[in-house]
């Protein structure tokens, strides 16, 4: 009743409304007590139905990073996607294109998005402009999937490549240009009103005019193998190449001195290009790796059989959608496919869409109360200890069978049973006092005391923990090293010996 409430209304339920762990552990600190208390509080509230349908997904897991292949080619392969911005002057979208391979961008205000208006942005700021692209990626927004622009792609023989549903990291190029762009705007903006349409244009040349992180070269060198003249250069008479006589042109047209020029920028352009393909894969190889180290890995995660719940995708896209269970299912995995996503069963159907690794959570099933786990496990089940008598509560001590259990997981030699005939009500009120030696062992004697009935297995105690202590890297780490794990050590008397 504390976690779930009563099922006999609505009400009832409300009461309790389906706390969390620690709140339900805080109430029933307040009234109750049992050996493992804590430990089984966190399983049942990990196993509720309801919990796991509502709550987010603790452990982010999400598929193994691939890197778009990129072409060794300006304007073969392009992004495309369609932002929302404040209306001004009658514009409310801006059509945004990025070439892979230079990170040239283009874009252009919208009034709307109609599947003309996006076509005309394609055929006149990249087809009129840089040629026809070899493929073009988007995602699955009806202004790009049409029949005009199926015919627009297959008159310029163009692949239209397309990102999964709800997955916006498969044109991630694109997707991370747009957010730079409302940070532009943004900053320009100051909280003063601006026509974003006015300043879009200057936006995209201070994008081109810098060195991008991946190529290391800035999109209007590897477009044009020459830098930008900005304005500054004109005021500071910063990019002068020197005064040009006038008998430098004579008229003659030299073949030989032409050919050679233009085999030295042919050879310019190929070493551009080379440099500019080898960066990329370095900058994927290494954004791959720290996307590792970040994000676990799936199949260390998931497995077949396994059962879980699925994440409501509608949900996120209609209107009072709240009210809709987050997660639904349970289902089965039936099978993983390259780590990615996975294809699941409802019982025997077998699911025919594919689901990405990301949008799916283990589901915990409730075991049976009545369940026992064997003498020779580490885990002890605890009894039901809490009695009710005379509208009191009262616990009953930990006795004989799980101090004989502690002591063989610990390797430990039983020696005295502590069990009690007490019920004693409250935790204010100990069963038995016992007095411990404060030679600096104390701790290390009462837990001796409390497993094996004595205090004369401390030392054995004190130095498993060292032994401990001194081999565990995560322990190390987060006292801040040897040095200081050794002096903690030694200022609290639990050397190695």
Known sequence: MVHEGSPESEEAVALSSHRGRDATLNLLNQRYYWPSMTMDTKQYIKECNICQRVNPATLKVVPELHPVPVPKMVFKQIGIDLITLPETSGYRYAAVAIDYFSKWCEARPLSDKRATTVAHFIYDEIICRHGCPKIEISDQGREFCNNLCDELFKLTGTIHKLTSPYHPQANGLVERFNRTIKNYLLKIHNENQIEWPNVLQGVLFAYRSVPHTSTKYSPFFVLYQREPVLPVDIKHSLNEDGIIEENVFTGEFNEDKFKETLQCMLSMRDKLQENVSENIQQAQSLQKISYAKRHPRADSVFKVEDKVLLKNLRREDRKGGWALMPWIGPYTIHKIISNNSCILKNGDKILKTKHLLKNIKLYHERKPTNSRT?????????????????????????????????????????????????????????????????????????????????????LFIRQNIATIVNTNQKIMRYVGGEEQLQSYLKKNKIENE
Request: hydrophobic share 30%; net charge negative; aromatic share 8%.
């Open 374 to 458: 064997s003498e020779t496990s580490m885990d002890v089940e605890c009894e039901q200890t809490l009695q009710m008598q005379d509208q009191g509560r009262y616990f009953n001590p930990v006795g004989k069978r799980w101090q004989q259990t502690k002591c063989r997981a610990l390797k430990l030699d039983f020696k005295q049973s502590l069990e009690s005939e007490l019920k004693i009500k409250i935790l204010n009120h100990p069963c038995a006092i016992q007095n411990i030696i404060g030679d600096g062992n104390c701790l290390f004697r009462a837990l001796s005391y409390a497993v094996t009935g004595t205090e004369e297995q401390h």
